[in-house]
C-alpha cells in the first residue's frame, strides 16, 4: 500500500487528450441538477449542519451529473464520463496529519491509512484485498496535511460490490492488537525507508521551521518518537476513527460509465446507514487545531546529512488558506508560472545557462489553514558554493514582481498555461476528474461544497489581473514571512 505524501504532484503528471480539448471547446449546455432534499430524516440524525450547495457546473457542461447529501451529512458526486466499461471512485476524508493534535499521536491519519486494509467484523484484510483482486480493482490510498483518500478504477458491473465492502470497513471496522502491533511496524518501515531520502529530511525540517504551533509543524509521517511507540497506542486509534471518520466528514465522488441518478441511490443503499458518532464539547475542544501566530522575521536553519548528497535549497513563504471564494491561490499559481516555471527568466539563467541548479519545484499546494508556498531548487556541483546568491535572486524576483505589477502580455501567457493545463489535465481521464472534484471538495470549506468548485477556481484564474500579483507579493512574498531550510551532504 504505497503513500505518497504529495499527491498533488502526481496529478500534475497528465496526457495531453485531444478529444477532450475538442469536447470541452465545443461545449454549450449548463446541466442543472437537483439535491434532494430530506429535511425530515436530517432532523432525526446527530449530523453536522449541511449547507446548501449548488450542483451546477459551466466546466462539467454536457457531462451529466448530480449530487446529493445524505441526511448523515456524507456528501456524493456523481458524474458520467466517456469511458465505456471504467469508472474511477474516490472516498476522501477530511482529516490529515493538521488533525493530529494530541501528544504522542503524529502520523495517526497516515497510521489509519494503513489500518483500514486491515479489514472489519465481516472480513479480515485478506478477505478484502482478495475480493477485489477477483473483481479486477485497482485500489490504493493516500494521506497528506488535509485529508485522507481511498480511492480505485473498476468496472462498473462491480461497483455496488466495491460499496458494499468500502461501507462495510467504514463502518465496521475491526482488527485486534496483534495485527495492529503488526502494521505499526510496517509503518516504522516506511518512515525509515522515506526518511533516507533527502527531500523528506529537508521537508520535515522546514515544517519544523515554519510552524510553531500549528500541527502543520510535522509532516504527515509523523516524529519517529512517535512512530516507535504505535504499538503501545492500540487503545487510543479507536477515538481517532471515532472522531474522524465519520459520515459529515467525508465524500464519495464517482466518474465514469455510470448513471448519475442510479449512482447515488447505491451509495444511499449502502452509506445510509452510516451514523455520526455523539462527540462532546470537551472532546472537540480537546482536539481543536491551535492557531499559528502571525511570523514577524525571517526564518534559517542549516542541516548536514550524514552521507553524501547534493545541496537543497527550500525557501517557503507564509500564504493564506485556500477558498475558492477569493483568487489568492489563481494569483499564487500565476506567480509560480511567472516566476519559477521551465520558461522563466529565473530558470533560464540558473538552470540552464549558469548551470548551477539541476532543478527548480515550487508547486502551489492548497491548504485548509494557513500554511506555505516553497521554492525548492537542487543545486548542482557548480551551483553549490552560490547558495547565499541564489537565495538573493529568488528573493530578488519576489521583489520585482511587488515592486511592478507584470504586463497584461505576461500575465496572459501565464493564466493561457494555467488554464490549459487544468482543462486538459482534470479531464483527462475519469481518475484525473474524480480526483480533482474529491480534492477541491474537501480542502474548500464545508459551506461551499458543491460542483461548482471547479468553475470558482478555473474563473479566478481566468479573471486575475496584473495588480493582483503585485499585491499578493506585497503582502505574502517578503522576507519576513519567508522560512529556509538548507540542506548538504557530508562531504
Not at 116 to 137: H, I, P, S, W
Not at 253 to 280: H, M
Not at 320 to 340: C, G, H, K, R
Request: proline share 6%.
Amino acid at each position: 500500500m504505497a503513500t505518497r505524501h504529495h499527491p498533488v504532484r502526481n496529478v500534475r503528471l497528465f496526457t495531453r487528450n485531444k478529444f477532450w480539448l475538442a469536447f470541452i471547446t465545443c461545449l454549450a449546455v449548463i446541466l442543472t441538477t437537483s439535491v434532494s432534499a430530506h429535511a425530515k430524516k436530517r432532523r432525526k440524525q446527530r449530523a453536522e449542519p449541511v449547507p446548501v450547495v449548488s450542483t451546477q457546473s459551466k466546466l462539467l457542461a454536457g457531462l451529466p451529473h448530480a449530487m446529493d447529501v445524505l441526511a448523515n451529512g456524507l456528501k456524493i458526486y456523481a458524474v458520467k464520463y466517456p469511458s465505456p466499461g471504467v469508472i474511477a471512485y474516490q472516498i476522501p476524508v477530511r482529516v490529515g496529519s493538521r488533525n493530529e493534535v494530541l501528544e504522542g499521536r503524529t502520523g495517526f491519519a497516515h497510521f489509519f491509512e494503513h489500518l483500514m486494509f486491515r479489514g472489519t467484523k465481516k472480513r479480515t484484510g485478506k478477505e478484502f484485498g482478495d475480493l477485489y483482486t477477483r473483481l479486477g480493482v485497482e485500489n490504493n490510498a493516500w494521506t497528506w496535511n488535509d485529508m485522507t483518500n481511498y480511492h480505485g478504477t473498476a468496472s462498473p458491473r462491480v461497483f455496488e460490490q466495491i460499496l458494499e465492502a468500502e461501507a462495510d470497513r467504514f463502518m465496521n471496522l475491526s482488527f485486534d492488537e496483534k495485527l495492529f502491533r503488526d502494521e505499526a511496524g510496517a509503518v516504522l518501515g516506511e518512515y525509515n525507508k522515506n526518511i533516507a531520502n533527502p527531500e523528506n529530511v529537508i521537508e520535515e525540517k522546514l515544517a519544523e521551521l515554519a510552524f510553531e504551533k500549528h500541527t502543520y509543524g510535522h509532516t504527515t509521517m509523523g516524529y519517529k518518537s512517535d512512530i516507535v511507540k504505535y504499538g503501545e497506542r492500540y487503545g487510543d486509534v479507536w477515538p481517532f476513527f471515532k472522531r474522524h471518520y465519520r459520515p459529515s466528514n467525508t465524500a464519495i465522488v464517482v466518474v465514469g460509465d455510470i448513471d448519475p441518478k442510479r449512482t447515488i441511490q447505491l451509495v444511499k443503499k449502502y452509506f445510509g446507514p452510516w451514523r455520526n458518532p455523539v462527540l462532546t464539547a470537551a472532546a472537540l475542544r480537546a482536539e481543536s487545531v491551535p492557531p499559528e501566530p502571525v511570523q514577524t522575521e525571517a526564518r534559517i536553519s542549516s542541516e548536514t546529512l550524514d552521507k553524501p548528497a547534493q545541496t537543497r535549497l527550500a525557501i517557503a513563504y507564509k500564504i493564506p488558506p485556500f477558498s475558492s471564494e477569493n483568487s489568492d491561490f489563481a494569483v499564487l499559481n500565476a506567480i509560480a508560472e511567472i516566476a519559477f516555471s521551465d520558461i522563466s527568466p529565473f530558470v533560464q539563467k540558473y538552470r540552464y545557462e549558469q548551470k548551477w541548479l539541476d532543478s527548480v519545484y515550487a508547486p502551489v499546494i492548497e491548504m485548509i489553514d494557513p500554511g506555505i508556498w516553497t521554492v525548492n531548487l537542487r543545486l548542482s556541483n557548480t551551483g553549490k558554493p552560490h547558495t547565499e546568491t541564489l537565495i538573493t535572486e529568488v528573493q530578488k524576483t519576489l521583489n520585482a514582481l511587488a515592486s511592478a505589477a507584470p504586463s497584461s502580455s505576461i500575465l496572459t501567457e501565464a493564466k493561457n498555461r494555467l488554464m490549459n493545463e487544468r482543462n486538459v489535465g482534470w479531464f483527462s481521464s475519469p481518475d484525473a476528474l474524480a480526483s480533482r472534484i474529491a480534492w477541491y471538495s474537501t480542502i474548500d470549506p464545508p459551506s461551499l461544497a458543491g460542483f461548482s468548485v471547479l468553475d470558482r477556481v478555473m474563473n479566478s484564474i481566468k479573471t486575475l489581473a496584473p495588480n493582483q500579483i503585485q499585491s499578493f507579493a506585497q503582502t505574502h512574498l517578503v522576507e519576513a514571512k519567508r522560512n529556509i531550510v538548507i540542506l548538504r551532504g557530508n562531504e
